[in-house]
């Protein structure tokens, strides 16, 4: 599933409110005027609508969204199993705030999202090679050993390390899960509905 994060400017993204990628429509800056009956001030305001939902949603300065206050990481697969769901949304949650404990997590919900495809979750590295022999492409494997869930250099699920400072990492994270969602339950069920609706 792609995404495209909400980013100040872009005809198209992921909306924040309605989470469809949808076009987006811009008005011009707009600077309010002070006022001396203890009025508040914003300066610098921008609002973007989109075409989909018709939610607003409001940037300051031009670059930083202050409304809706939701993450600009990548949504979960809508086939993502709930045990999973619920350390990647919490994940998504904290990911501005904190990329280290956004990666911990989702270290954490790989393992769970292993068990959940019936490995034991116990060895990362056996689990993620079990998963290649039934299916997971291999460049998955590759980019799990990069971002240390795996491999030699592997960080234990939920653990912080002082390499994730880069929101990069964190974000590559976001990807292989949904990439894992999306080749081991996603596809698997769309072939089994393909198979039944074919003429018998």
Known sequence: MKYTAPKFGLESFNCPNCGDYAQQFWSPSI????????NVVIEDLAICMCRNCSEYSYWHSGQEMIYPSQSTAPLASTDMPEAVLCDYNEA?????????ASAALLRLAIQKMCVSLDENGKDMDN???????KGLPPNVQKAL??????GN?????GEITID???????????KLLNIMVDTMITQSKEIDELFDSLPR
Do not use: M, T, Y
């Open 31 to 38: 600077v309010a005027a002070g006022s001396s009956h203890g």
């Open 92 to 100: 998504r949650n904290i990911f501005e705030k904190s990329p280290k």
């Open 127 to 133: 689990d993620i090679e079990s998963l290649v022999a």
């Open 145 to 150: 050993e990069i971002v240390r869930v795996v």
């Open 153 to 157: 250099n592997a960080v234990h699920p």
């Open 164 to 174: 994730d400072h880069s929101s990069s990492i964190a974000l590559s994270l976001f």
